[in-house]
């Protein structure tokens, strides 16, 4: 079954623990990206990649990291969390980055910082 | 750069009236596609229907209707006869087909489909 895979789903923890939100996704898509969705402000791009080791800076990139070492995972890293990013995330595949492929969502991680 | 706007922060209806939820978009390009998404209390977002910008005809599926038009920059979506198992929060949103085409979501209408 085509997926894109997010883990975990749900998460609390403390200010400056190191996290890791897992995305893999079983489609061979090229392209891979990063949301967070927050109350009245909709999803907003983190970071994005384009293929293996292409990541760039969405809108929002501050205080994350992420890696492209494998076409199916696009983990992304808090180093060091802090309550503002307390949020939903999703990780999100398409085919490629020409717009007219949708893009497949994972079910979505709720991280709560405290 | 490009913006969706869905004005409706909220919307509540009873169930079978039919409900129209707003999309309006900006951008400079001249190809692009429009696309809503569907997230249940669950949480999940669901593809419902992508649209190029071409392609101004209008497209029925089962109750769910959507009417695309480049003249005003809307492209609008419509329930026929709701059920409570449309409640959900509605997102649209708009990709480019070039460079980094993240799509630009709308801030989302939350409807609530009461029995």
Not at chain 1, 24 to 52: A, C, F, K, T
Not at chain 1, 62 to 70: A, L, P, Q, T
Not at chain 2, 35 to 54: D, T
Request: with cysteine; hydrophobic share 30%.
């Amino acid at each position: 079954e085509a997926q894109v895979t997010q883990n975990p789903r749900y998460l609390i923890t403390v200010t400056g623990k190191k996290l890791t939100v897992t995305c893999s996704q079983n489609m061979n898509h090229e392209y891979m990206s990063w949301y967070r969705q927050d109350p009245g402000l909709g999803l907003r791009q983190i970071y994005y990649s384009m293929n293996v080791e292409v990541t760039d800076k969405g809108d929002v990139p501050e205080g994350y990291k992420v890696s492209r070492k494998e076409k199916r995972n696009f983990p992304l890293i808090l180093e060091s969390p802090s309550p503002n990013q307390t949020s939903l995330y999703f990780c999100a595949s398409s085919l490629n980055n020409r717009g007219n492929q949708p893009q497949h969502f994972g079910d979505g991680t709720r991280l709560s910082i405290l | 750069a490009q913006k969706v706007t869905q004005a409706q922060t909220e919307i509540s209806v009873v169930e079978k009236e039919d409900v129209t939820l707003d999309c309006v978009y900006e951008t400079r390009d001249t190809t692009y596609y429009l696309f809503w998404y569907k997230q249940p209390p669950s949480g999940e977002l669901v593809f419902l229907i992508r649209r190029n910008s071409f392609d101004e005809q209008n497209e029925i599926s089962g109750r769910y209707s959507w009417n695309f038009q480049k003249s005003t920059s809307s492209f609008n979506f419509t329930i026929t006869a709701s059920q409570v198992v449309d409640s959900a929060v509605y997102f649209c949103a708009l990709a480019g087909v070039s460079g980094n085409t993240p799509l630009v979501f709308g801030k989302g209408t939350r409807l609530s489909v009461i029995a």
